[in-house]
């Protein structure tokens, strides 16, 4: 069975900084792509950043420059460090694994980890 189990949110100020990481266990083939998404109470859950097993890197407009994915292939963890935060970052972060078996796509879902930038 897939688990992903997030760590690192919490509360900061704004400028500050957060690393979010996410230990995926369970996973039979490497994932394809690892990546964080956030959702906030009344919008749609959106894509901060993603990463393809060939280290391919995606960011959304918001956070570029700021936010940066990465990844432990060995461990399957995804990485997310987040600098400059603002207030506009306060959300739910959850992580996602999306893995191919044979010909079929499978994502699974972290919890979520609250994050909350004060002003």
């Known amino acids: 069975q897939v688990q992903l189990v997030e760590s690192g949110g919490g509360l900061v100020q704004t400028g500050g900084s957060l690393r979010l990481s996410c230990a995926a266990s369970?996973?039979?083939?490497?994932?394809?792509?690892m990546g964080w998404y956030r959702h906030v109470p009344g919008k749609q859950r959106e894509l901060v950043a993603s990463?393809?097993?060939?280290?391919?890197?995606n960011y959304a407009d918001s956070v570029k420059g700021r936010f940066t994915i990465s990844r432990d292939s060995v461990k399957n963890t995804v990485y997310l460090q987040m600098t400059g935060l603002k207030p506009e970052d306060t959300a739910v972060y959850y992580c996602?694994?999306?893995?191919?078996?044979?010909?079929?796509?499978?994502?699974?879902w972290g919890q979520g980890t609250q994050v909350t930038v004060s002003s």
């Open positions: 369970g996973i039979i083939s490497s994932p394809n792509a």
């Open positions: 996602n694994v999306h893995i191919v078996v044979v010909t079929t796509g499978y994502h699974y």
């Open positions: 990463i393809t097993r060939s280290g391919s890197t």
